[in-house]
């Protein structure tokens, strides 16, 4: 009589946020990066994508070559603001034609000076809805399975949300929809990501949500990072960050800093972390190697019985 097989172990999921090149030089530094990162087995690597998709071609480029030259599985960002939903659809389609079986769907940023046409999409859970419908309509080509689908959370208030709690119901919101997981922004605080999960399961919300963090190493970025995301920096951090003796001494500070970060994710029951790499892979490297996290053995390794 066979003894039962144990169950597969299980480990934390990694990905990194990649973003498409803007010129030859950058697109040289880029595929640097991802050939250093594709070394560490990560389970996906997203792509961002311009506003009103100013970067289409560069990005559904990048995806392609991800898919034909690497082993990484590539999640493509996708907005809706600024794109018609004819627009969406047909890049959809695309998408899911080239291979891409995992896609981010975003509001994007609001403009500023002119209104949303209506008839079109105006919130992220309006585009998790338009992707199940296109994939739908590409059932036998996913060989019955399914494209994934992930949208944003925000471990602190979004900026232009009224209450952490009506962050809450925007996700409940995209779940309903058909979302399948969700990534944060940048946080700072421990707590902030427990206080997300946890009034988040409170309230119903049942999808994986993956804690995003970046490397704590460049003051400019941090800085800049806060202009626009509009989350709160961390003062002591940012200060032993400038106060450090050289760069090497603020890079030790700042890799520390997201270890334990995340390290605190992990304890509270995250599934997995999500690095935001700004498409330089060594701080990267560095966290990942501090943070010690499990991986699966390479496939295609044989193994003595």
Known sequence: MSLPLPPPPSYPALSYELFPPRSTQAEDSLWRTIRALEDTRPDFVSVTYGASGSNRDTAVGLLKRLLNETSLKPLAHLTCVGNSRDYLM???????????????????????????????????????????????????????????VGVAAYSTKHPESPSLEHDIEVLLAKQAAGADFAITQVYFAPEQYSRLLRTARRAGVAIPIIPGVIPFTSVRRLERLSELAGVEIDAPLMDRLKNADDDAGRRRIGVRATVDLAHAALDDGAPGIHIYTFNEHAAALDVLDRLELSRPPAVGLSQSA
């Open 90 to 148: 047909e890049l959809v389609d695309e998408l899911i034609s080239s291979g891409v079986r995992g896609i981010l769907a975003l509001r994007g940023d609001q403009p500023r000076d002119s209104t949303l046409p209506e008839g079109e999409l105006h919130h992220a859970n309006e585009l998790v809805e338009l992707i199940r419908r296109v994939e739908r309509l590409r059932t036998a080509h996913l060989c019955a399975g399914k494209v994934a």
